[in-house]
């Protein structure tokens, strides 16, 4: 089992900066790959961004690459979001995800219980 732990939302100008935390607890979270998904109002639960075990291959959902970067640091089981040049449309609420896969995160085994990120125009 592993738990997760979000943290950093917030509310936040068009244009400015987050970063997301999340804290994985439990049975060797490091060997996972992770990610972060997001859910609007009225709408379903997307993915965002995804990281491989060692953190050697990321990827990102087209709506975000080139704004946002994950990354995560294996030692203190910590995954991070930096969210640049936000938009009204990213306002969701915000879920750490991890994978027994090391590589995708495609279909999450475990979810944290999310953040919520609001972005103003």
């Known amino acids: 089992q592993v738990q997760l732990r979000e943290s950093g939302g917030g509310l936040v100008q068009a244009g400015g900066s987050l970063r997301l935390s999340c804290a994985a607890f439990g049975r060797t979270p490091s060997s996972n790959a992770m990610g972060w998904f997001r859910q609007a109002p009225r709408k379903e639960r997307e993915f965002v961004a995804g990281?491989?075990?060692?953190?050697?291959?990321?990827y990102y959902a087209a709506s975000v690459k080139g704004r946002f970067t994950i990354s995560r640091d294996n030692a203190k089981n910590m995954v991070y979001l930096q969210m640049n040049n936000l938009k009204p449309e990213d306002t969701a609420r915000y879920y750490c995800a991890s994978s027994r896969d090391p590589n995708v995160v495609d279909s999450p085994d475990y979810w944290g219980p999310g953040t919520q990120v609001t972005v103003s125009s």
């Open positions: 990281i491989s075990r060692s953190g050697g291959s990321a």
